[in-house]
T-cell receptor
Framework: SQKIEQNSEALNIQEGKTATLTCNYT??????LQWYRQDPGRGPVFLLL?????KEKRKERLKVTFDTTLKQSLFHITASQPADSATYLC????????FGTGTRLLVSP | DTAVSQTPKYLVTQMGNDKSIKCEQN?????MYWYKQDSKKFLKIMFS???????INETVPNRFSPKSPDKAHLNLHINSLELGDSAVYFC???????????FGPGTRLTVT
């Protein structure tokens, strides 16, 4: 069955560094991948969408890559700030809509 | 201006009761969704509607019944509530399949 895997361990980095989060998928070839941010007690907020024919997408300090050979998407936040601390979810849809379990990012001053 | 709104924000009820959660979006989107997020924070699709028509119905007990009176509303009715129904329920909308989804603030349901 379709599966999305994200690192369940929290990622701790220092302010100013680049955070890199990973999303791996198995058993299917999605047409797109999306990344969302979720803060405690709130709904997910859409960040970026990348389609299968795109290698890379950027938005301000955010960058997403999509490697269909490795079956992986990487999400980068450059010049990270404490305000970037949140849980980041990847999402795709093939025969069904699937969200990853999310990776918690902690950016310390 | 709230894009996707849900009511109520909190819902505490006893086992066996019937309850409804309402969702409205003012984005003009064609597609609306209901998700369940459990205590482990896993977000799972329950239903998806496109132009008031059901297009996704995951393995959800038939105690859960979505209703879409118009394109801007997708309500969730739950019969005979069980302890395992306790979770946060999120409504979302998008322009279409594969497009960005906009989520509501969530409804925290607690069944005692």
């Amino acid at each position: 069955s379709q599966k999305i895997e994200q690192n369940s361990e929290a990622l701790n980095i220092q302010e100013g560094k680049t955070a890199t989060l990973t999303c791996n998928y198995t058993n299917y070839s999605p047409a797109y991948l999306q990344w969302y941010r979720q803060d405690p007690g709130r709904g997910p907020v859409f960040l970026l969408l990348i389609r299968e024919n795109e290698k890379e997408k950027r938005k301000e300090r955010l960058k997403v890559t999509f490697d269909t050979t490795l079956k992986q998407s990487l999400f980068h936040i450059t010049a990270s700030q404490p305000a970037d601390s949140a849980t980041y979810l990847c999402h795709t849809g093939f025969q069904k809509l699937v969200f990853g379990t999310g990776t918690r990012l902690l950016v310390s001053p | 201006d709230t894009a996707v709104s849900q009511t109520p924000k909190y819902l505490v009820t006893q086992m066996g009761n019937d309850k409804s959660i309402k969702c409205e979006q003012n984005l003009g989107h064609d597609t609306m969704y209901w998700y369940k997020q459990d205590s482990k924070k896993f977000l799972k699709i329950m239903f998806s509607y496109n132009n008031k028509e059901l297009i996704i119905n995951e393995t959800v007990p038939n105690r859960f019944s979505p209703k879409s009176p118009d394109k801007a509303h997708l309500n969730l009715h739950i019969n005979s509530l069980e302890l395992g129904d306790s979770a946060v329920y999120f409504c979302a909308s998008s322009r279409g399949e594969g497009e960005a989804q906009y989520f509501g603030p969530g409804t925290r349901l607690t069944v005692t």
